[in-house]
């Protein structure tokens, strides 16, 4: 396939960037394109970083960090943009801080630019020629990394068959591009930018390298450190990974994994992270440890926060640092070390004014504030611990913690014109020894340096990691559990002896004015001083005019009248016991004058300090209201001295019960209660009402507190005085007679109509809640108290409302449950049954009926006699009905108890004939009872 030449090359030219000797800012700006009339095909190239070449790191370089694969844009009104593409998750970054001495300078690494760059206006306008256009990317290139006000110079660009290579100013590092992309593809736009501006072929002309650069055949592997890129025209470009990432097999990138870094372009492994620093993953450097966190081990993807009392000042730090305490000097350097009569602040003032020698004479009190900066004090040294001298401010040392084993002062930054000044540094030299050393330093070249040094020893804390277990505070210093700074200086004033925990204030007329005494360092005021002073307690000096200050019980001295003040009501003073007018404690009080406090009377209270008393009468404190008792601070009653009253709780009053003299909280008395604290419209028992029980003591909260009403099945009620029943726990269950209780807080039972009994509806109940009816043979009269419904007796019946039981009546009877007729015996049934027929009784109240005679009979039932059998009738047995006389037979008297056959000659042709009739003339009785001829 052939492609287009134009056969114009532009030429390399050098250009310049200016130094980069202070911290750069990253301008990101992103380029928003507008449609205007221009004369340039819009369009875009892809460039991917194929090498670098040149000096030493090119492969770091910031271009080729920062550009490892991009797009160069060319808007169609000719701007040139550049828009860096994401590779496989890596975050390239570049330094964030320059300087002239970057080895004691730390790190801050800053993220490459991810937008896309302000569009650069190529010269020519809107119809650029190549040349101005690839001069435009160069611009582009310069500006990409830290904006146009810090350009990072391009020495020159060169075009070639498909390539790229941009030459640094910086480094002289060849970074070499193949266009792996032309967008839009069409001829027009590449030849606005020359012949060259087109896709890369793999070996053409040997611009690209098969098998190095490039590979023919897609299923070759591009080198380790190597990502494969489709070209248009065939095969495959190897583009180097993105710093940040690596590939062992050229196959494709992959993000360094977190605690790694990966610092060029082209990397086949990533790096571990160095102690101090870390990495989240996919990192081009290491990150230093933001101040307050560290990481003492290398390789890791996050820093640790400092621990409790440890502190990391700057960033990237592998140690957080302790705070630290007291140190005293052994031998320190001479007061007349040589170090230029020239430097007018060449040695620190202490060590002209302190004692120094012999060893320990003089104290340096190390305090660490939480920013790690540090104040060296002299103290113990009545030659330069004096805080109220005049010449204390320059005795002190400002230092900070550069490392946790090197303590030194600073150096002003900010001075412009040649000045002075001295430099100190503690840095470990035995187990509990210290080197310190001071020289000058001088903004002036000229002027010499001499280093004088002596040996401090560590007597109380740790410094610097000096002793390596922290020791006990020394006289004069103390630890106070609660600060951050360890072995405090004790301040004037006051005295601390060995392993003390706070400063103890001299005592009154005593004066201590030196930094860091122990207790007996404080001295007595010149009591032959004339005019004599003395000291309130903790006082550096005796400046107090002296008075005699004694006054009587109930007075105090006035410093304002130099006179003495009686008490105020409410105080109290006792010579000997108190200095100056005290408040009465909880609990008591005291009129105007007081040597004493006095207790509170009984049911009364002081509540806090300095009650006055509240009347010359009855009332000396407060009086408890009504409902309440007084209590003792430890809540108990019956005593003076009260310092609180407390609410009755329920089920009790506050009351003065004889012999007692002071209020208690007294029981409600059985069937009475009390609800709620007592207050002043509650402090009265209360009757259980009728109806209603107290609940139980067991499970209620407080016991006569509360009521409930009575269950259904049972009352209670009051009689007078008298409850019933008695126990106020408890409700009278009906029980025993013919009442109930069918609703819950009744006040007494009711009784059971006529033909019903009391029973249960449920058997857990205690008492009767309702009235069931009698059944059967069963009944109970309305008059009755019987708690059951009683039994009819053979020969009575149930009346129908079940409320009465009446014997038989005539015609009727009723036997025992066996059948018989013993009247001494339950009642078969509830209901009188007629007699039988054929069977009469006419009596009441009978168990049988009586069988009707012969000759005798009823119609039917219920019959209280019975009566003779009719003419033409007969009952030939007791209890049998009357039957008719049959065909030739007759019954012609009532009561009969057989029947007469007619007498010959005679007949009787139909039943219940009462005669017979005689047969005609030639007939004769026949069998049929009938005549028939003869």
Known sequence: MGRQRLGHKEPRTARSSPALGRVLPVLLVVLTLQKVDAGCTGGFLKLDLLSTSGGAGCDGSLHALCLPSLRVGVAANCSVALTPLPLSGGVASVPGIWSSNPGSTYTRPLGCPAATTAGVDPEGGSSPTPAQLRAAVQLALERHVYGAAHQLGIASLAWANGTLTATTTTGTCALKYAITQVSPASGSYAEQLGADAVPAQCDVEGVLLDGGECQMNLADSCAPGRRPVELPLGGKACALCRAGTYSGTGTGCAACAAGKYAGSVGASSCSPCAAGTFAPGGNSACVPCSPGTYQGAQGKAACDPCPYRSYAR?????????????TAAGTLPAADCALGPQLAFASPPLFGRCSLAPPGATLLSLYVDQYCGAVLTPMSDPQC??????????????????????????????????????????????????????????????????????????????VAGVPATPTACPPGSYDDSQDEDGCRPCPEGSGCDLNAISPTPC??????????????????????EDPRHTANAGDAYCLVPWVDTECSHGYEYDDATTTCSICAAGTQRRVGREAACVACPPGHYSPLGAADCLPCPFNQFAPSYGLAERSTGVQKCYFCPVGAVALSGAGATGQTASVSCDACPPGTVAAITPPLLYATCKN?????????????????????????????????????????????????????????PADPQECQPCLGDNTYAPRTGMSSCRPCRGGTAPGKSNSSLAGNDQCVACTGNTYRAASSTSPTCLVCFAGREVHGSGSACVPCMPGYYMPDVDGGTNTSKPAAGEACLPCEANSHQPLVGQARCQYCAAGHSTEDAGNTHCVPCAYGFYSQF?????????????????????????????????????????????????????????
Request: aromatic share 8%; glycine share 8%; hydrophobic share 30%.
């Open 668 to 724: 409600c008395s059985d069937g009475y209660y009390r609800p709620g604290f007592a207050s002043f419209s509650n402090n009265v028992c209360k009757q259980i009402p009728a109806g209603q029980r107290e609940v139980s003591r067991a499970s209620a909260a407080y016991p006569r507190a509360q009521v409930q009403a009575c269950s259904k099945g049972e009352v209670s009620s009051w009689a007078a005085a008298t409850r019933s």
């Open 878 to 934: 007791p209890a049998s009905p009357c039957v008719p006389a049959p065909k030739g037979t007759f019954v012609n008297t009532t009561g009969a108890t057989r029947y007469t056959p007619c007498a010959p000659g005679t007949f009787s042709d139909q039943v219940a004939a009462d005669q017979c009739d005689a047969c005609g003339p030639g007939h004769a009785p026949s069998g049929s009872g009938g005549c028939s001829p003869w």
């Open 507 to 528: 005592p009154a007329d005593h004066y201590q004015p030196y930094l860091g005494g122990s207790q007996a360092s404080c001295q007595a005021c010149n009591a032959s």
């Open 314 to 326: 700057l960033p990237g730090a592998t140690l957080c640092y302790q705070v630290l305490s007291v």
């Open 385 to 462: 611990a004096e805080p109220g001298a005049s010449y204390w401010p320059s005795m002190r040392i400002a230092a900070h913690f550069v490392t946790p084993t090197l303590i030194a002062t600073r150096f002003n930054p900010a001075a412009t014109s040649p000045t002075s000044s001295y430099l100190l540094s503690l840095t470990p030299a035995g187990p509990d020894t210290l080197t310190l050393s001071y020289w000058p330093a001088t903004t002036d070249p000229t002027q010499a340096a001499l280093v004088c040094t002596g040996t401090a020893t560590v007597v109380g804390g740790q």
